[in-house]
C-alpha cells in the first residue's frame, strides 16, 4: 500500500501538477481533463517511476548480498569496482577521445553510446574480480583486490579529467550526477530484462547466502560450495548494481543503507524475509528520494545522487543509534 501511494505521487507530481484521480485514470486508461497530462504521464513520468523502483530495489538487493558476502557493514554494491569500472568507460568515451584528440560522432555521445561504455567498463572490472574469486580462497582478498580496482579506474578518471576540456568535463560530472528521468519504455523494458536476470540468481543465492552468515570455515563443512555460491553472489550483484549505473549512473547511498534499515525494521538476518523486504524498501525509499529531487511545482530537478544521501542518511543514523545493534 505504502508503494502503491509513493508511486501515483511521485507521477503525479513534477513541474505540472496532476491530480491523483487523474492520475489514475490515466494509469488505466480512462478520461482525463487535459490529453497533455496522459502524455506526461505515459511517455516520461511512468518510465521514470519504474525506473525509480528498479535502481531502488536492484542497489539494495545488491548492496545486502555484498554485505552478507564479505560479512561487512560498510560493503556496497560497489565494492568491488563495477561503478569504478563504468566510470571509466564513460570517461574514456568522454574524455579520453578529446584527450587524444579524435572527434567523436553523435551516436557516439549518444545516451546509448553512454550505456554502452558504461556497460563495457563494468563488464570488464567484473569479469576480473569473478576470475579473481575463481582462484582465490579468502573472500576479503576479493574485497581488497575489488578495492584496489577500483582506486586504479578513479586515477585514471582523474588524470583523464585534468586533460579535459571544460565542456567534456561538465558532461562527465553531470552523468556521474546520476538521472532516472532518460530512458525511454525500450530502455526500461531492456533495463528489467538484466534486473529481473540478477534477482533470479539472488533467490537461487538465499540458501547459500544464509548459511554464509554462520562463516565460511561452517559453511563449507554443512557442504557448501564457497566458490561456487561466491560466482553466483557476485554475477547477481554486477548484473544488478552494473544495470543501474549504466542506465542510471552512480546512484550513491541506497545499496549501502536500504539493508541497514530493513534489518533494523524487521529484526532478522533471514534472507528469505530481507531479499522481499529489502526489494520494496528500496523502491519505496528511491520514489521518495526522486519525488523530493522534483522540486514539485518548479522546473529544476535537484541531482538525484545529492537527494538519496541528504534523506537517506540521517534516517539510518537515528535508527542505528536508537536501536544500538547491528544485525549480521
Request: overall charge positive; glycine content about 10%; hydrophobic content about 55%.
Amino acid at each position: 500500500m505504502v508503494l502503491l501511494v509513493c508511486f501515483i505521487t511521485n507521477i503525479s507530481l513534477g513541474s505540472v501538477f496532476i491530480p491523483w484521480l487523474d492520475t489514475l485514470s490515466s494509469l488505466v486508461g480512462g478520461t482525463v481533463e487535459k490529453e497533455s497530462w496522459r502524455h506526461i504521464i505515459i511517455d516520461y513520468r511512468l518510465p521514470k517511476a519504474l525506473t525509480a523502483i528498479i535502481v531502488g530495489s536492484g542497489l539494495g538487493v545488491s548492496g545486502l548480498l555484498m554485505q552478507t558476502l564479505f560479512r561487512n557493514p560498510l560493503a556496497g554494491p560497489f565494492v568491488l569496482g563495477i561503478s569504478s569500472g563504468a566510470s571509466l568507460g564513460v570517461a574514456l568515451l568522454i574524455l579520453g577521445s578529446t584527450a587524444a584528440g579524435i572527434g567523436l560522432s553523435s551516436f557516439l555521445i549518444s545516451k546509448w553510446g553512454l550505456v554502452i561504455a558504461a556497460s563495457l567498463g563494468s563488464v570488464l572490472v567484473l569479469f576480473a574480480v569473478m576470475l579473481v574469486s575463481i582462484k582465490v580462497r579468502d573472500t576479503m582478498a576479493i574485497l581488497i583486490i575489488g578495492l584496489m580496482f577500483g582506486s586504479i579506474t578513479t586515477a585514471i578518471v582523474s588524470v583523464l579529467s585534468y586533460f579535459a576540456p571544460a565542456e567534456q568535463l561538465q558532461q562527465y560530472i553531470f552523468w556521474g550526477f546520476g538521472s532516472l528521468g532518460n530512458l525511454s519504455w525500450y530502455d526500461v523494458m531492456i533495463f528489467s530484462g538484466i534486473f529481473v536476470l540478477g534477482i533470479l540468481l539472488a533467490i537461487m543465492s538465499i540458501k547459500p547466502l544464509n548459511t554464509l552468515l554462520l562463516g565460511e570455515n561452517y559453511a563449507r563443512s554443512l557442504g557448501l560450495n564457497i566458490k561456487t555460491s561466491r560466482f553466483l553472489i557476485i554475477l547477481a550483484t554486477g548484473l544488478l548494481a552494473g544495470s543501474v549505473t549504466a542506465f542510471a549512473g552512480p546512484i550513491a547511498f541506497i545499496g549501502l543503507a536500504v539493508p541497514h534499515l530493513t534489518r533494523q525494521l524487521f529484526y532478522t538476518s533471514n534472507h528469505k524475509t530481507l531479499i522481499p523486504a529489502v526489494l520494496l524498501f528500496g523502491s519505496i525509499i528511491m520514489l521518495i528520494c526522486d519525488t523530493i529531487a522534483q522540486l514539485p511545482s518548479t522546473e529544476y530537478t535537484l541531482p538525484i545522487n545529492a537527494i538519496t544521501s541528504l534523506i537517506g542518511a540521517p534516517v539510518v543514523i537515528w535508527l542505528l543509534v536508537r536501536k544500538r545493534k547491528m544485525l549480521f
